[in-house]
Each structure stands twice: as structure tokens, then as C-alpha cells.
């Protein structure tokens, strides 16, 4: 079973940065054949696929977020990122670090078997 725990979140004024991490164990097939993928969920909203990262590197974002959010990885350390930068107030909602063993993924939550418990997010204007 593999453990994901999210951290790094927080409040910030609109067009404030905050950096999420998410710390990866219990791996059984190692970590380098995991997909990887943030998601987020707004009050009252349907959870959203905010960014993925897969086995061979590729990378996709929702276009809402496109040229203000990176998503990477640190294998050695067992951790993933997401970079936010310019936060918007519709950036706000619970972050959740999800990861499957597949090569290939899509934004939908239904490809992913594990998932953090999430961590919030506030862009205030």
C-alpha cells in the first residue's frame, strides 16, 4: 500500500506562491513506476485534475493553471512537488497528491489508486 502525505499548504493573498510537497512511502514496485498527480476540490465542486506527472516524464496541466503551476519530482528524496505561483482565488480548495502504477494516466481520478489526505489552499484577493 503505498502512503502519500501532502504538506506545504496554506493562506495567501492573490498572486502569492506556495510550493506543496507530497512525501511518498510503502512503495512495493518502487517509486519510479509510479504516475504522479495533483489534484484539488473546491467547496461544494467535483475533485479536479490539477497536474501529471507519468512514469516516462511527460508532463499536462489544466489549462487553468498552465504557465503559473510546475509539478516535478524528487525520487532520491521520495517526494513530489507543486509549485504554485500567482495564485488566484479560484486556486483555493483541498490538495490532494493521488499516484497508480500505470505508464500512462489522464486527469480523471479514476486512474489513480492511492491518495493523500490533502492540504488546503487560500488565495484571497
Known amino acids: 500500500q503505498v502512503q502519500l502525505v501532502e504538506s506545504g499548504g496554506g493562506s495567501v493573498q492573490a498572486g502569492g506562491s506556495l510550493r506543496l510537497s507530497c512525501r511518498l512511502s510503502?512503495?512495493?514496485?518502487?517509486?519510479?513506476?509510479?504516475?504522479l498527480a495533483w489534484f484539488r476540490q473546491a467547496p461544494g465542486k467535483g475533485r479536479e485534475g490539477v497536474a501529471i506527472?507519468?512514469?516516462?516524464?511527460?508532463?499536462n496541466y489544466v489549462p487553468s493553471v498552465v504557465g503559473r503551476f510546475t509539478i516535478s519530482k524528487d525520487l532520491a528524496k521520495d517526494t513530489l512537488y507543486l509549485q504554485m505561483d500567482d495564485l488566484k482565488p479560484d486556486d483555493s480548495g483541498v490538495y490532494y497528491c493521488?499516484?497508480?502504477?500505470?505508464?500512462?494516466?489522464?486527469?480523471?481520478?479514476?486512474?489513480?489508486?492511492?491518495w493523500g489526505r490533502g492540504t488546503q489552499v487560500t488565495a484571497s484577493s
Open positions: 506527472l507519468d512514469v516516462d516524464g511527460h508532463l
Open positions: 510503502g512503495y512495493y514496485y518502487g517509486n519510479k513506476k509510479l504516475s
Open positions: 493521488a499516484a497508480a502504477y500505470k505508464f500512462r494516466v489522464s486527469m480523471r481520478a479514476a486512474d489513480y489508486e492511492f
